[in-house]
């Protein structure tokens, strides 16, 4: 079964408005990471975050491992955040092994 | 910086034919190496992972094999192509530290 759950799986907004996405594990987690995957597809990674809270910009993850969850909080959206957002956990450390939920895609209109 | 390439950027082959997708990290040494894969709206699927020159773990195979002939080098690569071997390859990297992955551009495959 899916290991990564995201949602919503896709999401509009009004330029300024803020978002929240969602990422929940069905497994014990060792880390997680958010990125942002470019129409083209390359990746971006916007957090490295096992647990805790942290901020860069308009950006902010929650991780919180007791409940196999983590969160991606984008403040004033702008239209140039829309776009799919990943998120990838390992299960244990030294496994070598990153399981992907299946996005969110973002838009946010002017 | 370290610096991640990947070519080809993107290939249209033949069912049958052979593929070789290549991928080169520079301004690292001895970083973990890994290959995804991503079908056309699917889900990224990691297949392989190499720790090491020379030794390549699979994850998923999807009839397709990996090899990591120099410390700053991941080649992936199959003597048939199959349809559904369509979608997009990413290669990726992390020092052994192991924290942040960090994706090359990737190589776009459609098989005919």
């Known amino acids: 079964g899916q290991q990564v759950q995201q949602s919503p799986a896709s999401l509009v907004l009004q330029e300024g408005e803020n978002a929240e996405l969602q990422c929940n594990f069905s497994t014990s987690l060792n880390s997680m990471q958010w990125f942002y995957q470019r129409p083209g597809g390359s990746l971006v990674s916007l957090f490295y975050?096992?647990?805790g809270t942290k901020q860069s910009g308009r950006l902010t993850s929650t991780t919180v491992i007791k409940e196999r969850r983590s969160s991606l909080h984008i403040s004033s959206s702008q239209t140039t955040d829309s776009g799919t957002y990943l998120c990838?956990?390992?299960?244990?450390?030294?496994?070598?092994?990153?399981?992907f939920g299946k996005g969110t895609s973002l838009t946010v209109i002017p | 910086a370290q610096t991640i390439h990947q070519w080809p950027v993107a290939e249209i082959k033949a069912v049958g034919s052979p593929l070789s997708l290549g991928c080169t990290i520079k301004g690292k040494s001895s970083p973990n190496l890994y290959w995804y894969w991503q079908a056309t709206g699917g889900t990224l699927q990691q297949l392989f992972y190499?720790?090491?020159?020379?030794?390549v773990e699979s994850v998923v195979q999807l009839n397709l094999s990996a090899s990591r002939p120099k410390d700053d080098q991941f080649i992936l690569s199959t003597e048939k192509l199959l349809l559904s071997h369509s979608g997009f390859y990413l290669c990726?990297?992390?020092?052994?530290?192991?924290?942040?992955?960090?994706f090359g551009e990737g190589s776009r495959l459609i098989v005919v």
């Open positions: 990838a956990m390992e299960r244990n450390t030294g496994y070598q092994n990153f399981y």
């Open positions: 190499s720790i090491t020159v020379g030794q």
């Open positions: 975050n096992p647990s």
């Open positions: 990726a990297w992390r020092d052994i530290s192991g924290n942040t992955l960090y």
